[in-house]
């Protein structure tokens, strides 16, 4: 049986696996990301500890910018020190292997497609919605990554003329739908209450405005706060809202989204469906379903070796 590597590199901690045609991981090593030498010799050292005669390719997921084509990281801000890193052709020298380069969000949708909620589909879009807001697109049963690597940058995009700062941009999708946006949201809202000596049970005094997260906000809402409620009622708007663009646009057959809607999808799902259904066009909107991803916190491993697969 045929089997294939996945290297999974991370602002903080890399993984390198082995798995068989199925995707089933059946091996596994991680490890701290440490500095750029360092890291790159334990990921060449996992990959040649995995391979054997079996093994027909590598399969890398990255935070970008990237290269894919040439297989080429392209100094990705969370990865200080990889600067034009030909990783393809590294690890082929190293190992004998030939070897692909993907995006994490484009990886993780080739695994949603491949083997998670998207099995079945010709037209899927994943959503990250984790501590940013990214998209990888599968258009009429292929992975589409664009011009120059960048298609699915889609928090970026911007959905009010004022809101929290995500991707750089006040207003952003990314503000508004992700970890990092609920988060400064509600910190936003907690300062606001603080002052008017008022505190919502996600931020019970001052010194704990820095601790403010999309899970301890999330778990506020499910206890009944009201600030809590109110900030993922906007999240899920303001995802509607996006959703009627890509809907609009694409005419997908099913979105599928990851991390923070996944986990709170009961928050989000009410909001979102009220703003989707006034703002997508009807008969495209009958034909997608949005649906959480369903390969949970595997989906990194699993995106890394589908990347290996997807030739």
């Known amino acids: 049986m045929k089997n294939y590597i996945g290297v999974d590199i991370g602002g903080t901690k890399c993984a390198v696996l082995r798995a068989d045609e199925n995707g089933k991981i059946v091996q596994k090593i991680k490890f701290q990301t ?8 334990r990921i060449l050292d996992g990959v040649n500890e995995l391979l054997d005669r079996d093994s027909v390719r590598v399969g ?21 020190g990889w600067d034009e890193v030909h990783i393809t052709d590294i690890i082929k020298e190293k190992t004998g292997l030939d070897a692909a380069l993907c995006n994490d969000a484009n990886a993780c949708a080739l695994a949603e497609w491949k083997f998670g909620a998207g099995q079945g589909t010709k037209n899927m879009v994943f959503l990250t919605f984790g501590t940013g807001m990214g998209a990888g697109l599968i258009l009429d049963g292929r992975l589409y990554s664009g011009t120059c690597d960048l298609a699915g940058e889609i928090g970026h995009i911007r959905l009010a003329p004022r809101g929290p700062v995500g991707f750089g941009k006040a207003g952003s999708f990314e503000g508004f739908c992700s970890g990092g946006g609920i988060a400064r949201m509600a910190r936003a809202e907690a300062e606001k209450m603080i002052s008017r000596e008022k505190y919502p049970l996600f931020c019970k005094s001052e010194a704990e405005l820095d601790l403010i997260s999309a899970k301890s906000v999330a778990e506020a809402a499910e206890r009944g706060d009201a600030a809590a409620i109110k900030i993922y009622k906007k999240s899920g708007e303001m995802l509607g809202r996006a959703l009627a663009v890509i809907v609009d646009v694409l005419n997908p057959e099913m979105i599928v989204i990851g ?7 009961a928050l989000l799902r009410g909001g979102m469906e009220k703003t989707l259904r006034r703002e997508a066009i009807h008969r495209s909107l009958d034909v997608c379903r949005v649906v959480p991803a369903m390969l949970g916190d595997e989906i990194g491993d699993i995106a890394a070796v589908t990347v290996a697969m997807n030739e």
Do not use: H, M, Q, W
Request: glycine share 8%.
């Open 60 to 80: 890398i997921s990255c935070g970008g910018p990237l290269d894919s084509a040439r297989g080429v990281i392209l100094s990705p801000p969370n990865l200080p």
């Open 34 to 41: 440490t500095d750029y030498k360092s890291t790159l010799a």
């Open 259 to 265: 991390s923070v809607f996944s986990r709170s999808e």
